[in-house]
Structure formats: C-alpha cells, structure tokens
C-alpha cells in the first residue's frame, strides 16, 4: 500500500522535511505508515519548486537526506515571483497575450546573463508539469494497493499556489480513481506578500473545483494558539519555525491513524466520510500529542482526560479557561477538569466530524468506559456543536495498536472536522481582495501573464457558492 506525498514550493517543501524529520526521531517510525516503499526506507514523496534554496541541500547532501529518491527532487531557478498567474501559466494562457503585452511579460527576476522571458516560464511550467506526472506515475507502479495523493501547498505565494493549482488539475483528469487530497496553508492576514490574497482567492476557488477534499491550516491562528499553550509550558516565544513543527505533527498522526489490523479504516477514508458533499471540501485537523520546541506536550503516561483536553484546546484555544476548583470523578481517578465554554459564535456548527483514538488497550480503557465516553460526548457537543439534524455528524473511531515503546501505552487522537468556521476564513480573502480588485490595484501583474476579468469573476463566485453551501446546510 501507498500514499504519494506531493510537496510544491517552500512552504510545502518545508513542512514535508519537517514531518519526516518528526518521523524519522519518533519511536513509532517502523509503524503503518503508507508513506514510505515497501523494499526501502525512502519515502513515497515528490518535492518541487522553481528556486533551489530550499531543495539543493537535499541533492548534495545524501547522507542526510538518504530517505528522499534524488530522482523525485526538482528544483528550477527563476521562482515565480510571488504570482498565481506566473504559477499557473500554460500556453493556453500565453496565446491570450497581445504582442505588447507579451513584450511587456518579462519576469523581474533575473539571471546574472539574461532576463527570462515569458516563452521560457511558459515551458519550464510545461516541463515541471511533465516531469510531476512522470515521477508521480512511477511511484503508482511501486505500489501493489495505492491510496491517494496529497498535495501540500501554501495558497499565497506563486509556486504553492499557482503552479499547484494547475498539477491538481492535471492529476484530476489523470489520475482520476485515486482521491486527491490538498493540505492547503492559509497565509497570514498581513505582511507576506501585497498579492496573497488574489493567490489566495484563485487557488481556494481552484482547489475546490478539483481536489477531493481540502485540509487546512491558519498560520496566524496556529500562532495564537501556540503562543497561548505555550507560553504554559516553556518561556520561548513562539516563531514560523514552530507553526511548522505543529503543522508537521498534525500530518504525521494523520498518516498514522491506518488500522493496518482489521484493514477497516485508512485516513482518506475519514476524509471521504468528512466530505459530506462537493461543496463541502475543507477539513480541519487537530491532534495530540503534538511536537512544540522539539519536545513532546504531552508525556507518555498522559490520561485520555489530558489527551481530549489537549485536542479540544487546539480547536477552541480561545474559549478554553483553567478551573482548579472544580474536580470531576473519571473512572476510579480523581482529575482537574475545564470548564470550557462553548467555543461556537453564532452560526458556527459542525457539519461532520471524524475522531480517531488509538492506543495498546484503547478498547478497554476509554471504548467501554461509560464514564470517558460520557465524558468525550459532553466535551464534542460543547466544544465542536455538530449539526442537529444529522444523526451521524460525529463519528468516533478505536484503533487498539501495540505500543512500540515497552512499558509506555502511546496514546494518540486525530480529529478532523469539517465546519463553518471556514466561512469566515473565505469571506475575509474574498473582502480584501474585492478591494484591491475593485481599485484596480496590483492587476497589471496577472493581465501580463493571461488572466482576465472573468478569472477573477469566477473565482470570487466560487468562494462566494462554498459560503452559501455551508450557510445552507445550517438552515436546512
């Protein structure tokens, strides 16, 4: 069995080196994990991007890098200026350009000999595609069973975003049995780039036409977050550097929740299951432990009550408060307890929700505990709000998987949740970038690459249709 793992331009380069260097010092590392080839070590991954600082050290350093196939590194050296259209540009796109125009496209990047035209992005984007497709279907073939492909990308830059935007699109009309999953980064609200948010805007409405279903992750919020927990456990302050670290540990227990046992749950499973229609895509996931100034937040003796608490904090961090003297009785121990308060504004439900327990003994210790499970179902009503109208919307799973640590019972939950707390997030990109798109500002960079009005149109309707498909679901 198998799962591609496709990593597009600096930060989906960097958060995959981070998970499989969170793999790599784990304990778990020999466990079910569908990410590596049956006969070796090396990992079922592609990484790209069109500057070679962040890929070049992995080909010239193979001794530390000996888990990544050189053959699936592929770096360029122009980048992509920080432009969906640069990204995305094909030659369908160029043919659209007016001689001036064409004249006029001429990247501000440069070469110590020469400018790059546009007729050079245009087939290098061509030959980055081919050689993507090339190596994705060689690692297909290495597989007897394959699961799905996931993409990681950032939605604000040029190579993540627009270059991203068009291999999903291609590998939807190739590989269409295989579900195409987008681990998709939200940038911050200010100060990357004066473009993220048309990138922003054009990938979201991409990526929700052609992937299958869509994980997401809000540096700024991952930061508050972290910032917050933190700040209760170490005096660091907090930086990109952990944002990624978290980032990389949700993905690295996602990979891990595959019942290798009773073969009845994979991940893309739950993420099917979570994806409750074609208008309903994006997924948020929080687990525990997860990694936070290279350590572990919870120790290996941790209670389930510890483990829940952890990952319900995560989701609703901002509503969480500390009551020392309120105890509850759970089971035969006596543990502190949160009063947590809804972390629901109005409006906010969740529409599915996929929850995945594994330990050594998870069965007997928190399955067929009437009191944990009474104690889990208060948790999920008052923290997440599930839908009322489907019986359904929460699903909770118990994988029993033998600690590789002798002594320790690894415990480990996962939890994806498809809500409306997307809503939000997508009218804010739509609202800036309506501005700057009604003043006409920054335009001039995506006309001199191909795009017109309408793309821009339709991207703002898309997001537009996935506010409304949510909204509805609420008022159903």
């Not at 992509?80 to 094909?90: K, V």
């Not at 929080?286 to 919870?298: I, K, R, Y």
């Not at 990952?311 to 009551?323: G, I, M, T, V």
């Not at 009785?329 to 327990?357: D, H, M, P, R, Y």
Request: charged fraction near 20%; glycine fraction near 4%; hydrophobic fraction near 35%.
């Amino acid at each position: 069995m198998g799962t591609l793992l496709l990593n597009l331009g600096q930060c989906g380069n960097q958060l995959a080196l981070q998970m499989f260097n969170l793999i790599d010092k784990s304990s778990m590392h020999e466990g079910n994990m569908f990410l590596r080839r049956r006969e070796s070590n090396i990992y079922h991954t592609i990484l790209v991007d069109t500057e070679p600082k962040i890929l070049k050290p992995i080909v010239e350093d193979r001794k530390l890098y000996s888990h990544i196939d050189v053959k699936n590194v592929l770096y360029y050296q122009y980048g992509r200026g920080n432009n969906w259209g640069l990204g995305y540009l094909n030659f369908k796109q160029k043919s659209k350009l007016s001689k001036s125009n064409q004249q006029q496209a001429i990247s501000v990047f440069k070469s110590s000999t020469n400018e790059v035209s546009i007729q050079q992005y245009c087939q290098e984007n061509e030959q980055i595609v081919e050689q993507i497709i090339n190596q994705a279907r060689k690692e297909i073939e290495k597989t007897d069973y394959f699961l799905s492909i996931s993409t990681i990308m950032s939605l604000a830059g040029g190579t993540g975003s627009g270059l991203g935007s068009r291999v999903i699109q291609e590998f939807s009309d190739i590989f269409q049995e295989v579900h195409q999953n987008v681990i998709a980064i939200f940038p911050n609200k200010t100060g990357e780039t004066p473009l993220q948010h048309y990138n922003t805007l054009l990938s979201s409405a991409h990526i929700q036409q052609y992937a299958d279903s869509i994980i997401y992750f809000e540096n700024d919020r991952i930061y508050q977050m972290l910032s917050q927990i933190g700040s209760k456990q170490i005096d660091k302050s907090v930086d990109l550097s952990n944002v990624n670290e978290y980032i990389g540990s949700c993905l690295m227990n996602l990979f891990w929740i595959n019942d290798n046992y009773t073969n009845a749950r994979y991940y893309q499973d739950l993420l099917s299951e979570c994806c409750i229609t074609e208008g309903h895509k994006f997924i948020e996931v929080v687990s525990a432990p997860f990694t936070l100034f290279a350590h572990s937040n919870l120790g290996p003796l941790c209670t389930w009550e510890e483990l829940i608490k952890s990952s319900l904090e995560q989701y609703a961090f901002e509503k969480f408060e500390d009551d020392s003297d309120q105890q509850q009785q759970i089971g035969e121990a006596v543990t502190k307890s949160l009063q947590i308060q809804s972390v629901q504004k109005k409006g906010e439900t969740t529409l599915n929700l996929q929850s995945v327990f594994r330990s050594e003994n998870v069965l007997k210790t928190l399955q067929d505990s009437d009191s944990h499970m009474k104690f889990l179902e208060r948790k999920i009503n008052s923290v997440f709000n599930p839908i009322q109208w489907n019986p359904d919307a929460v699903q909770l799973h118990f994988i029993n998987e033998k600690s590789s640590v002798k002594g320790h019972d690894q415990k480990m939950n996962v939890t994806l949740i498809n809500s409306t707390k997307i809503i939000p997030i997508l009218k804010n990109v739509s609202k800036i970038a309506y501005q700057k798109y009604r003043s006409g500002a920054y335009l001039h960079w995506y006309w001199k690459y191909g795009l017109e009005n309408q793309d821009f149109d339709n991207a703002f309707e898309s997001l537009q249709k996935i506010q409304d498909d949510y909204n509805y679901m609420v008022e159903y």
